[in-house]
């Protein structure tokens, strides 16, 4: 799988929009771009997936940078449950086995 | 409600003495699949199956064995632990390997071998 650079660690203010950014310059046209997070003492969550355009779900949006470079992930407003690690992780499109690789993801801390 | 449940998940015991952590998950899904997760390393995964009866290593499974006999199971198997697997286990399934589901996560078992 290519490789995503994502900050170390981010932070915000309850009810406050956040943005999470992914590197991913060596992204190929078959590679879709899926976020999850993972909150403490807990397994990691879906929030969302995209290929080229921006996605929106009830979790979050996507918005993916036209050369398909980076994206980031948005959290209209922020709470202090959404306080967890994001990884940002590329998939080949079609058959991949299923497996995601995880990379060190960015650590939100979310402020009351 | 939709949920990948492992059991135990809590466990300390010492090496050499075999160990199984269940995996059950009520979705109906045919791909499912074990991760370690330890500091630094991130997730990797161990093996995973496709389908019933059908296993494959992942990038980790030295000291592991899996069986897939029903689709709903997929137990990890600790033949003789060792400290070095020490870690957080997860276990985690989506519809089919492949596309682009969602794969769902348990809520992990931690493991300590002494």
């Known amino acids: 799988d290519a490789k995503t650079t994502q900050p170390n660690s981010m932070e915000s203010n309850e009810e406050e929009p956040v943005h999470l950014p992914c590197n991913h310059s060596?992204?190929?046209?078959?590679?879709?771009i899926h976020w999850y997070r993972q909150l403490p003492s807990q397994g990691p969550e879906y929030v969302i997936h995209?290929?080229?355009s921006n996605v929106n779900n009830r979790m979050a949006s996507l918005a993916i940078a036209e050369d398909r470079k980076s994206s980031t992930l948005i959290l209209h407003r922020a709470t202090l449950r959404d306080a967890a690690v994001y990884y940002c992780i590329l998939r080949v499109g079609g058959t991949s086995y299923g497996k995601l690789t995880f990379g060190q993801g960015t650590i939100l801390t979310v402020h009351p | 409600e939709a949920q990948v449940t492992q059991n135990p998940r809590y466990l300390i015991t010492v090496t050499g003495k075999k160990l199984t952590v269940t995996c059950s998950q009520n979705?109906?899904?045919?791909?499912m699949s074990w991760y370690r997760q330890d500091p630094g390393l991130g997730l990797r995964q161990i093996y995973y199956?496709?389908?019933?009866?059908?296993?494959d290593k992942g990038d980790v499974p030295e000291g592991y064995k899996v069986s897939r006999k029903e689709k709903r199971n997929f137990p990890l198997i600790l033949e003789s632990p060792s400290p070095n697997q020490t870690s957080l286990y997860f276990c985690?399934?989506?519809?089919?390997?492949?596309?682009?589901?969602?794969?769902?996560f348990g809520d992990g078992t931690r493991l300590s071998i002494l």
């Open positions: 060596t992204i190929s046209g078959t590679d879709y």
């Open positions: 199956s496709m389908n019933v009866e059908v296993t």
């Open positions: 979705m109906n899904h045919e791909y």
């Open positions: 995209g290929l080229t």
């Open positions: 985690a399934s989506r519809r089919s390997s492949e596309g682009n589901q969602p794969q769902h």
